[in-house]
């Protein structure tokens, strides 16, 4: 898989809103080669907090990579309200918010949780040429590196 190359800055709309039009292609990358090492396997930059504009796009990116995740779970505390199940393309899709993950991911996981994937969520606010590097820090397979400090790497290597 590769990074999809159009990244246009973010807008942030006031909470519950919608900022991306339907359709809009996921701002996403994932480790090249895939690698057992690390914390991270693919970096994501959505265009809001509201998780129910911002999954289907995502998760059309997976479901097309033969990736089955019905699961997702994130902080709750820095996404705006979200219901337990949602209807993306006529699956089910179970959200779990709890406060004891680290906000700067989520975490994709299939029905049974067999097959699971940590991402790096990075802010819908952050400046596009940051975003940019955090993409690409992502996807090395060799970055040990948790979510947080691929962003504070992301942030210092553009001083």
């Given amino acids: 898989m590769s990074t999809v190359q159009h990244l246009q800055p973010a807008v942030v709309p006031p909470r519950g809103k919608i900022a991306a039009p339907p359709h809009a292609a996921a701002r996403i990358s994932f480790r090249r080669p895939v690698s057992p090492t690390g914390y ?20 059309d990116v997976m479901w097309r990579a033969a990736r089955e995740f019905s699961r997702v779970t994130y902080n709750i505390a820095d996404w705006d309200p979200a219901p337990r199940r949602l209807s993306v393309e006529r699956r089910m899709v179970r959200l779990g918010g709890f406060t004891s993950i680290d906000p700067l991911t989520i975490k994709l996981a299939d029905e049974r949780g067999a097959e699971r994937i940590d991402i790096l969520v990075i802010p819908p606010a952050t400046v596009p040429a940051v975003a940019q590097r955090a993409l690409r820090f992502a996807s090395e397979a060799a970055n040990p590196d948790r979510a947080g400090t691929t962003m504070a790497r992301a942030r210092f290597e553009g001083c």
């Fill in 40 to 59: 991270i396997d693919a970096a994501w930059w959505p265009r809001s907090l509201d998780l129910t504009a911002e999954l289907p796009a995502l998760l």
